[in-house]
Nanobody, 121 residues
């Protein structure tokens, strides 16, 4: 089970930290990803990190602004979002899969319920 938190309403240029808490099998068995879905659009890959916390991958649209990290001892994954823009507005989802990071949402087995991020202009 994955539970996201940390979403909210912020102004352009501000920062947020999203948290994904993992329960169930040891989190270090999984690659973790963050996806987002804006109204009327499909789910989009944002960032992913392998089980050891290395080899993070990012969507081009968030490179240099977002950072994904994980603490396997706390069974938690984070998404630090800086310099937020209105186009970052979406529901953000945490996801897990048992192998390497993938940018395809269909490759992930476990999903959280999502947390809303709204960035005003």
């Amino acid at each position: 089970q994955l539970v996201e938190s940390g979403g909210g309403f912020v102004q352009t240029g501000m920062s947020l930290r999203l948290t994904c808490e993992v329960s169930g099998p040891p989190v270090n068995m999984y690659a973790m990803g963050w996806f987002r879905q804006a109204p009327g659009q499909g789910r989009e890959f944002v960032a992913g990190v392998a089980w050891a916390g290395l080899n993070a991958e990012y969507a081009d649209s968030v490179k240099g602004r977002f950072s994904i990290s994980r603490d396997n001892t706390k069974k938690t994954v984070y998404l630090d979002m800086d310099s937020l823009k209105p186009e970052d507005t979406a529901v953000y989802f945490c996801a897990a899969r048992s192998t390497w990071v993938s940018k395809r949402d269909s490759d992930y087995t476990y999903w959280g319920q999502g947390t809303q991020v709204t960035v005003s202009a």
